[in-house]
Nanobody, 115 residues
Framework: QVQLVESGGGLVQPGGSLRLSCAASGITFSTYVMGWYRQAPGNQRELVADITAKGTTNYADSVKARFTISRDNTKNTVYLQMNSLKPEDTAVYYC?????????WGQGIQVTVSS
């Protein structure tokens, strides 16, 4: 049973920070590309950041220099450190694990940036 469980979301003021965590089970975590996606109401799901098994990172232009993705293979966990948050970052954030033809999703966690 594959499980990706997000935590760390919530309500934060503009300019604030949050750290999302995604704990994975049921996969050989260290072999997967891990990613964070987000979806705002009325929008399609978009890639925020991902990180390969070797640690190479990729970010959407909208979050570069503000967000940092990292992974801890000893804990089967991927993180998204979000700084300088903006209202447009408001969305449901989804953890993703992919490898070749395999693709798994977490249930999503709400991040709301509002004063």
């Amino acid at each position: 049973q594959v499980q990706l469980v997000e935590s760390g979301g919530g309500l934060v003021q503009p300019g604030g920070s949050l750290r999302l965590s995604c704990a994975a089970s049921g996969i050989t975590f260290s072999t997967y590309v891990m990613g964070w996606y987000r979806q705002a109401p009325g929008n399609q799901r978009e890639l925020v950041a991902d990180i390969t098994a070797k640690g190479t990172t990729n970010y959407a232009d909208s979050v570069k220099a503000r967000f940092t993705i990292s992974r801890d293979n000893t804990k089967n966990t991927v993180y998204l450190q979000m700084n300088s948050l903006k209202p447009e970052d408001t969305a449901v954030y989804y953890c993703n694990a992919r490898r070749t033809s395999l693709n798994f999703w977490g249930q999503g966690i709400q991040v709301t940036v509002s004063s």
